[in-house]
């Protein structure tokens, strides 16, 4: 019995001894590798349009994004980086961009020619990475947002096909507050799927050796939100690969993780000049670093035969040295073996491996009869229609939702959360954090929605979302392209309470200014509803899927019904409400706009003054144009800072068209006393005020018809 748990015992021993010669050996290939992805970094910089490179957090970034990508840790398929059954990476740090194209274009994402004029007009490899980079899912560069997409990505990820989700952030990015926002939402979901590396090189943009201020327990502030913390000193790669593998494989115990990697801003380059931001190097200073670089990778590539080489003379580690030529071949190596000696570590230039993604079905089904019946001239609130049809909408699985303490004006949470609680989610009092996260799936091919007041929506996040949203586009419509159709983002955005719904709120929270704030940002779609009818036409618009980012303004009060049941909505189309045999002015709104301007002309007709009436949901040029060129007044009512009255204007100067103040008349928030921000009061006592209720825009037409 003593011998048998004897030999037990020894071949125990010499399993982990054989577990220990293996991680050794990757670890020292993992170095080799690390020197070929910095030469490729400096190289980047060498052949840059500006010769510049953000230097310092690329390097701090290298051991960490090495040993993920080539230590067997993230799964990821190079040939088609849409598909879902894989592992996902978000570079939260985006400047340090330089890294990830050096580690892609190795691994065949794209050609290594990429490399090349990097940062150039005619470049694909900007400043910092986007989706017009083949590979990268992301636009980051404004910092704190890419973790927040990432843990959104990690939500998706514990579904059906499952998969890890890893990020790397930067301890100056952690000054962002969307990080935290995002840090307590991933421990409450308990994403044991999500791993944050940080990279804590003591650093920043304005002082590269010290941050701003210092974190006290950097770890502990992880830990009280529901991580896992592991602190390595990231200035050896084997404990960072080491960390990384316990992510991978220990227990994850319901908890996300966070890898504190301490280093310095430069770490792994030889010159100090390496320690800076962004920084334009000079050819003499490259020729230095380069060399050293090379110097070391040869001195680690020698170290590595040594030791594979002394493996091979004893025949019990056969099994050893074929895992370690394993891996060399998975890491893109070629070892080069004479007469059995290993005689060195060769990079392998292989072919672009990434495909064009296939083609995404983006089109929601659901039962059209299933859909609820609104009765023309009844009363409806948006939030209720908008959670009817989403019963309805949500049993196709592609449909989500994230609401930040708000759902109760959306309708989105019960409407989803009816058919699948898990694709209802409500992140609190976080509105950056739901635009990250909606974003996410957005990237994933959901069809998903987000909610919340209008002035409430983050324009940082939403100007960089736009941007991915743009590269998406402009690789789509490339013939050779990484993406193809569907592979844009879908995200809705119902902004509740537009224009006066506020109410008693005040300045804060009311939407007179958001549309015209939003009109500026390429790539979003501003859609004003009016009825609930039209609201539900809009809903089943963007269910036919490939929509973009909409911004979906809707009323919070509940709105009479005006269009008939068969009403279908398109982008870019006005709708005539109340028509007239021969008009003698038109007026033009939208939203509860609509409504008055429906009273007023009801009133007038009445009078013998034929009003026709125009709901503009979206900007309708062609009609725009047609009703300036009809001679008559036009009256354009905005419940707000004048968004369609600043719509017909670029219409009519980018088509040449001087307008006359006399036929075309604003009635809007701002006329008599300027663009303001709009203090609490009844709606009747707003509307009032500022002249856009029925009364108001009756008067103003009356007034310019008779010359006053």
């Not at 001894?17 to 293996?22: A, E, N, T, Y």
């Not at 890898?259 to 003499?284: A, R």
Request: proline residues 3%.
């Amino acid at each position: 019995m003593k011998d048998l748990l004897t030999k037990q015992q020894t071949r125990l021993d010499y399993l982990e001894d054989r577990k220990s010669l293996v991680r050794k050996g990757i670890v020292q290939l993992l170095e080799i590798k690390d020197s070929d992805i910095r030469m490729a970094s400096l190289y980047q910089c060498r052949h840059a349009v500006d010769k510049a490179i953000h230097i310092g957090g690329a390097f701090s970034a290298t051991i960490p994004m090495v040993s993920l990508y080539y230590g067997g840790i993230i799964d990821v398929n190079v040939e088609q980086p849409t598909a879902t059954d894989q592992d996902m990476f978000i570079l939260s740090k985006g400047h340090a961009v330089a890294t990830l194209a050096s580690i892609y274009a190795d691994l065949g994402y794209f050609d290594k020619s990429v490399l090349e004029n990097s940062r150039s007009i005619k470049s694909i490899l900007n400043g910092h990475p986007g989706p017009v980079l083949p590979g990268v899912h992301l636009a980051t560069g404004p910092m704190g947002q890419g973790m927040g997409v990432a843990q959104g990505l990690a939500i998706a990820g514990q579904r059906a096909p499952q998969f890890d989700v890893y990020a790397i952030t930067g301890d100056g990015e952690l000054q962002e507050g969307p990080i935290w926002e995002a840090v307590m939402y991933a421990g409450f979901k308990r994403l044991e799927n999500f791993c944050v590396m940080v990279d804590h090189n003591g650093g920043q943009l304005d002082n590269v050796s010290h941050l701003h201020f210092p974190y006290h327990d950097m770890g502990s502030a992880f830990e009280s939100f529901g991580w896992r913390v592991l602190e390595v000193d990231a200035t050896k790669l084997h404990n960072v690969y080491r960390a990384l593998l316990e992510f991978k494989y220990g227990e994850r115990e319901g908890k996300p993780t966070a890898i504190i990697c301490k280093s310095t801003k430069g770490h792994g380059g030889f010159s100090d000049f390496m320690n800076n931001h962004k920084t334009n190097i000079s050819d003499d200073i490259l020729d230095q670093e380069e060399a050293l670089q090379k110097q070391q990778r040869a001195a680690r590539d020698k170290e590595f035969c040594e030791f594979y080489n002394n493996l091979t003379e004893n025949e019990h580690f056969g099994e050893v040295t074929s895992a370690l030529r394993e891996h060399a071949d998975r890491m893109l190596f070629d070892l080069a073996i004479e007469n059995g000696t290993a005689t060195g570590v060769k990079s392998v230039s292989g072919p672009v491996r990434t495909q064009k993604a296939s083609v995404r079905n983006k089109k929601i089904t659901y039962a059209p009869d299933a859909l609820p019946v609104l009765k023309k001239g009844e009363k409806y609130a948006a939030d209720k229609v908008i959670e009817a049809a989403m019963k309805v909408f949500a049993n196709d699985e592609r449909v989500m939702s994230v609401d930040s303490d708000l759902a109760s004006t959306s309708g989105l949470q019960s409407g989803v959360g009816f058919v699948d609680k898990y694709r209802a989610l409500n992140v609190g009092v976080a509105e950056a954090n739901m635009m990250l996260i909606g974003e996410a799936f957005g990237i994933l091919g959901y069809n998903a929605w987000i909610s919340t007041f209008c002035p409430f929506y983050d324009w940082k996040i939403l100007r960089r979302m736009a941007v991915g949203h743009q590269e998406r586009l402009e690789v789509i419509a490339e013939q050779d392209g990484w993406l193809s159709e569907g592979h844009g983002i879908d995200l809705t955005m119902v902004a509740t309470a537009a224009d006066l719904e506020t109410k008693s709120n005040g300045a804060t929270h009311m939407g007179n200014d958001d549309a015209l704030i939003y009109n500026e940002a390429a790539h979003v779609k501003i859609i004003n509803v009016s009825c609930p009818q039209q609201l539900l036409g809009v809903m089943k618009w963007i269910m036919e899927g490939n929509k973009g980012i909409v911004y979906m303004r809707v009323l919070r009060s509940a709105a009479p019904v005006i269009y008939e049941a068969d009403f279908e909505f398109e982008f870019g189309t006005s709708y005539t409400v109340r028509e007239a045999e021969d008009p003698q002015v038109y007026v033009v709104s939208t939203g509860r706009g609509v409504h008055e301007a429906i009273k007023a002309a009801d009133s007038l007709s009445s009078k013998g003054i034929p009003v026709e009436v125009v709901d503009m949901p979206t900007i309708d040029e062609e009609k725009i144009i047609e009703l300036h060129k009809s001679g008559r007044p036009v009256f354009v009512v905005d419940q707000n800072n004048g968004y369609l009255w600043t719509k017909f204007r670029e219409v009519l100067f980018e088509n040449e068209l001087a307008h006359d103040k006399k036929r075309l008349v604003p009635i809007n928030t701002t006329v008599g006393e300027g663009r303001h921000y709009i203090h609490s009061g009844t709606y009747s006592e707003l509307s009032s005020h500022y002249g856009v209720n029925a009364d108001g825009i009756r008067q103003k037409i009356v007034s310019t018809i008779n010359g006053k």
